[in-house]
T-cell receptor
Framework: GAGVSQTPSNKVTEKGKYVELRCDPI?????LYWYRQSLGQGPEFLIY????????DSGLPNDRFFAVRPEGSVSTLKIQRTERGDSAVYLC?????????????FGEGSRLTVL | SQQGEEDPQALSIQEGENATMNCSYK?????LQWYRQNSGRGLVHLIL?????REKHSGRLRVTLDTSKKSSSLLITASRAADTASYFC????????????FGRGTSLIVHP
């Protein structure tokens, strides 16, 4: 597709379960970002990939959160032992520019609900 | 952490009126971006203004940047009901990082 694709669009899980959220960026975009957005708030930075490597993971809230991008394209955000406070919309964005803070192209997000 | 904060948090106007939103930030930046988000959707990039620019236009949008005051404004002229959305400014994280960080946004409602 032409845009950033995120799956699933909605995920309902029980507390303590493991969740994976997938992001397929725009083809050729080397920069990939994950953000988390709670209701009424702006997107909160989680992690930034440049190619295959996590260039900045300072936004990950704790070690239950992990993300990979093994081939420099698709990325997966993994959340272990989910908690109710993890409920939010997880947004992925990609960019063709790196190091200069260029325009981000966002997906529609994955809404995670932890019961 | 977030750098930018939008003001007001909410804005309600009639169609045809102008809407002005402001963004204040804390540390030096090389650029500032504005994004729009319709309810339940992802963010869409509107405009990027660099630190050496004072004003930029795109259609009905006008963005200004005052680096001495560490503030920016987004003006939407002749608003339409379809402009109803949340608007966010994004500034680099700082400390050598260019990662865009977002404020809480301004929720704009344009009444037809």
């Amino acid at each position: 597709g032409a845009g950033v694709s995120q799956t699933p669009s909605n995920k309902v899980t029980e507390k303590g379960k493991y969740v994976e959220l997938r992001c397929d960026p725009i083809s050729g975009h080397t920069a990939l970002y994950w953000y988390r957005q709670s209701l009424g708030q702006g997107p909160e930075f989680l992690i930034y990939f440049q190619g295959t490597g996590a260039a900045d993971d300072s936004g990950l809230p704790n070690d239950r959160f992990f993300a990979v991008r093994p081939e420099g394209s698709v990325s997966t955000l993994k959340i272990q032992r989910t908690e109710r406070g993890d409920s939010a919309v997880y947004l992925c964005a990609s960019s063709s520019l790196t190091g200069v803070g260029g325009e981000l192209f966002f997906g529609e997000g994955s809404r995670l609900t932890v019961l | 952490s977030q750098q930018g904060e939008e003001d007001p948090q909410a804005l309600s106007i009639q169609e045809g009126e102008n809407a002005t939103m402001n963004c204040s930030y804390k540390t030096s930046i090389n650029n500032l971006q504005w994004y729009r988000q319709n309810s339940g959707r992802g963010l869409v990039h509107l405009i990027l203004i660099r630190s050496n620019e004072r004003e930029k236009h795109s259609g009905r949008l006008r963005v200004t940047l005052d680096t001495s005051k560490k503030s920016s404004s987004l003006l939407i002229t002749a608003s339409r009901a379809a402009d109803t959305a949340s608007y966010f400014c994004a500034t680099p994280l700082g400390g050598g990082s260019y990662i865009p960080t977002f404020g809480r946004g301004t929720s704009l409602i344009v009444h037809p």
